[in-house]
């Protein structure tokens, strides 16, 4: 059974930082691509960023691009999102998700229950 389990959340100051961590089980980790998705308050999905499944190959959205970095741990079987610079529109839940293979946007076949961001000051 796949499992992805976020944490990592909380209430930040605009400007501040937070990093998110996805740990996975389930399925082979170091063969699957992974990423990010968010959804604001009153909004739909929002994809955040993708990455391969050996790390070598990243992608982002726009709105987050230069501020956020995806990386990951194989070893550890575990998925991060390093947010720097944090702004009020960046409030959200976010989500860990795999589509298997290496996709942007907001498919997913598989997703992690969330963890709330929220920046405010």
């Known amino acids: 059974e796949v499992q992805l389990v976020e944490s990592g959340g909380g209430l930040v100051q605009p400007g501040g930082s937070l990093r998110l961590s996805c740990e996975s089980s389930?399925?082979?980790?170091?063969?699957?691509?992974m990423k990010w998705v968010r959804q604001a308050p009153g909004k739909g999905l929002e994809w955040v960023s993708s990455?391969?499944?050996?790390?070598?190959?990243?992608y982002y959205a726009d709105s987050v691009k230069g501020r956020f970095t995806i990386s990951r741990d194989n070893a550890m079987n575990t998925l991060y999102l390093r947010m720097d610079s944090l702004k009020t529109e960046d409030t959200a839940v976010y989500y860990c998700?795999?589509?298997?293979?290496?996709?942007?946007?907001?498919?997913?076949?598989?997703r992690g229950q969330g963890t709330q961001v929220t920046v405010s000051s």
């Open positions: 990455i391969h499944g050996d790390g070598t190959t990243t």
């Open positions: 998700a795999t589509d298997l293979a290496l996709t942007v946007g907001v498919g997913y076949k598989y």
């Open positions: 389930g399925f082979t980790f170091s063969n699957t691509a």
